[in-house]
């Protein structure tokens, strides 16, 4: 919930007082109300994370290769961004890294080529 907090980029004092106000109207339902929006946040990251990994899985069935396991280095902030990602494209993108990379042997390049790919816009993976 934090990191959607931070990723609006709210004023901390704004954050302070509305957090205040809405824990006066609401008392304990607050709490709920916050735990109920990240519940859904969670969802909706999970459901890209499935899409991601499903065409990650047909690209490397379709194209008969062998898979191995990646370093955690690597696997996780791919997870945790690309499960940002609600742009098509970008998810295809993600898709190919992960299956690029579950197939290949491992460079060291990784962590660098996630990060690339999430600085992205959608237009800008286009070019």
Not at 105 to 117: D, W
Request: net charge negative; charged share 30%; glycine share 4%.
């Amino acid at each position: 919930m934090n990191d959607l907090i931070e990723s609006l980029n709210i004023p901390k004092q704004i954050l302070e007082k509305t957090e205040e106000f809405m824990k006066t109207i609401l008392g304990p339902a607050a709490n709920e109300f916050g735990e109920l929006l990240g519940d859904k946040v969670r969802f909706r990251r999970f459901k890209n994370e499935i899409k991601i990994f499903g065409k990650a899985r047909k690209l490397v069935e379709d194209n008969n290769l062998d898979i191995n396991q990646l370093n955690l280095k690597t696997v996780v902030p791919l997870i945790e961004k690309s499960s940002l990602e609600e742009d098509e494209d970008l998810q295809d993108k993600c898709s190919n890294l992960l299956a690029n990379m579950a197939s290949s042997p491992q460079s060291g390049l990784e962590p660098k080529l996630v990060a690339i790919l999430s600085s992205l816009s959608s237009i800008e993976a286009k070019f």
